[in-house]
């Protein structure tokens, strides 16, 4: 099963949420959406079949302990959303915002021709192997922006990838500092896809990103951390987790455009500060403790370990704890920890 996961303060009648309406239909995926307390509320009955829409109220009835330790007014609570596709068996989820969109299947795109980078660099710069080198995506150390592109060369092997980055025309995934020095939109050259090695890193988000379901289980957000940098140190933790299993991450274009909500760009540079500060050490962390552990019948023990380690180094807060082991009790009695 294919799936769409959401979270949104808009109404079910605004241009972005009918967008996604659209996608679900014409990829014939569920689209699961969690509100919040700002959210509208919304009409069910004037839903498609195929949405799956949770209020706050919903929330507290099919997951109680967590809704309540889920933070109000929060991009977290998007978990709740991860969970939901682990229950109901999705094989690939679209993780994503109610201000991108496509008119394509974006599933189908994905499967595509791919170059395959050969150069030696941990972290890689993708915006410049399509064609943007004066931009950098969110998370990406800021001495690592300009360095020399490594080579790529055509493959024909399959690529194994567990995730798949979309690279969005308009506003991309930029940080605050890119965004300020080039506050234009930004098109990106149709080049094919890039398969990233399992050396090589370069930080997902949460803007239009494929997840397959071995890595569905650690898509968790955390609750401690800026708002700016939650996807990001989520996708590094499981990019730990990919370089210890050897699955790919693939980064390429699959027909995404965003209108940008409104954002205060000083605010999103305070919120981002973290990350230029800690994005390096979380990357050792995880894939060390990844890499020393990879019996999967221990995967939910690794990654619970790795929030301790960043909680005692207060990356984290101390009340990230009781909210991740809640969301790992419930995904080990989903029975859904396995290896593919």
Same mark, same amino acid.
């Given at each position: 099963?294919?799936?769409?996961?959401?979270?949104?303060?808009?109404?079910?009648?605004?241009?972005?949420?009918?967008?996604?309406?659209?996608?679900?239909?014409?990829?014939?995926? /569920?689209?699961?959406?969690? %509100?919040?307390?700002?959210?509208?509320?919304?009409?069910?009955?004037?839903?498609?079949?195929?949405?799956?829409?949770? #209020?706050?109220?919903?929330?507290? $009835? $099919?997951?109680?302990?967590?809704?309540?330790? !889920?933070?109000?007014?929060?991009?977290?609570?998007?978990?709740?959303?991860?969970?939901?596709?682990?229950?109901?068996?999705?094989?690939?989820?679209?993780?994503?915002?109610?201000?991108?969109?496509?008119?394509? +299947?974006?599933?189908?795109?994905? +499967?595509?021709?791919?170059?395959?980078?050969? %150069?030696?660099?941990?972290?890689?710069?993708?915006?410049?192997?399509?064609?943007?080198?004066?931009?950098?995506?969110?998370?990406?150390? =800021?001495?690592?922006?300009?360095?020399?592109?490594?080579?790529?060369? *055509?493959?024909?092997?399959?690529?194994?990838? *567990?995730?798949?980055?979309?690279?969005?025309?308009?506003?991309?995934? =930029?940080?605050?500092?890119? @965004?300020? !020095?080039?506050? *234009?939109?930004?098109?990106?050259?149709?080049?094919?896809? !890039?398969?990233?090695?399992?050396?090589?890193?370069?930080?997902?988000?949460?803007?239009?990103?494929?997840?397959?379901?071995?890595?569905?289980?650690?898509?968790?957000?955390?609750?401690?951390?800026?708002?700016?940098?939650?996807?990001?140190?989520? %996708?590094?933790?499981?990019? %730990?987790?990919?370089?210890?299993?050897?699955?790919?991450?693939?980064?390429?274009?699959?027909?995404?455009?965003?209108?940008?909500?409104?954002?205060?760009?000083?605010?999103?540079?305070?919120?981002?500060?973290?990350?230029?500060?800690?994005?390096?050490?979380?990357? *050792?962390?995880?894939?060390?403790?990844?890499?020393?552990?990879?019996?999967?019948?221990?995967?939910?023990?690794?990654?619970?370990?790795?929030?301790?380690? !960043?909680?005692? =180094?207060?990356?984290? @807060?101390?009340?990230?704890?009781? #909210?991740? /082991?809640?969301?790992? $009790?419930?995904?080990?009695?989903?029975?859904?920890?396995?290896?593919?």
């Amino acid at each position: 099963m294919r799936a769409i996961a959401v979270t949104t303060i808009a109404s079910q009648e605004s241009i972005g949420i009918k967008r996604l309406f659209e996608l679900a239909e014409l990829t014939k995926s /569920q689209l699961v959406i969690i %509100g919040d307390v700002k959210t509208p509320r919304w009409n069910l009955k004037a839903v498609p079949k195929f949405v799956h829409y949770f #209020s706050i109220e919903e929330q507290a $009835k $099919k997951w109680p302990t967590l809704s309540d330790l !889920l933070p109000l007014n929060h991009y977290a609570r998007k978990n709740l959303a991860y969970l939901w596709a682990l229950e109901n068996d999705v094989s690939i989820l679209l993780d994503t915002d109610d201000d991108n969109y496509a008119d394509s +299947d974006v599933f189908e795109k994905a +499967d595509q021709n791919y170059r395959k980078y050969k %150069g030696k660099s941990e972290w890689v710069n993708t915006y410049a192997h399509f064609g943007r080198p004066e931009i950098w995506p969110r998370g990406l150390p =800021l001495d690592e922006a300009f360095k020399p592109l490594g080579s790529t060369e *055509q493959t024909s092997e399959d690529p194994n990838w *567990q995730c798949f980055q979309s690279i969005v025309d308009g506003d991309p995934d =930029l940080d605050a500092i890119g @965004r300020m !020095l080039n506050p *234009q939109n930004h098109i990106f050259e149709d080049f094919e896809a !890039l398969v990233l090695g399992t050396e090589n890193f370069c930080p997902t988000n949460s803007q239009a990103t494929l997840w397959r379901r071995p890595l569905l289980p650690f898509l968790y957000l955390p609750i401690t951390s800026s708002f700016r940098m939650t996807d990001i140190w989520r %996708g590094i933790i499981i990019s %730990g987790y990919q370089k210890a299993n050897g699955f790919s991450t693939i980064f390429g274009k699959l027909g995404f455009k965003q209108e940008r909500n409104e954002h205060n760009l000083l605010s999103d540079f305070v919120d981002e500060i973290p990350g230029h500060l800690h994005n390096r050490v979380i990357k *050792q962390i995880a894939d060390n403790l990844w890499n020393s552990n990879v019996n999967s019948r221990e995967d939910n023990l690794t990654f619970l370990s790795i929030y301790k380690e !960043l909680v005692s =180094l207060e990356i984290l @807060r101390e009340s990230e704890m009781q #909210s991740i /082991q809640e969301y790992i $009790k419930v995904v080990e009695n989903l029975n859904v920890y396995e290896k593919i």
